[in-house]
């Protein structure tokens, strides 16, 4: 064994620096995604029951959310067409769901 591998059962080996990144507590996500929904606050309880994320909290310099999107410009009347969850670890990706006014359509498949 090589002090660069561990072996894992069934013979194969992974390379130490790739098992500390995978393990590392301290690892962060930086990747987000963001989906289309009717219904962004019941679509945000559902995925924080699901996957055991929370609301994320308004960007630095703001207390609230309303604060921000004010201070952006935002109409009150646009302020529940989003929301954001995330990770309480950090580790795994920010999800955003933005109101979109028309419903989704089924896809058409070519064969």
Known sequence: MSALTDTLPGGSSIPAWKKRCVSNDEARSDIGMTLDCGDPAAQARFWIAALGYVQS??????????DFLADQGV????WNDGAVIA????????????KVPEPKSPRTAFT
């Open 57 to 66: 909290p308004p960007p630095q310099g703001w207390e609230r959310w309303e």
């Open 75 to 78: 109409p009150p009347d646009e």
């Open 87 to 98: 990770d309480p670890h950090g580790r795994r990706p920010t999800i955003s769901l933005l």
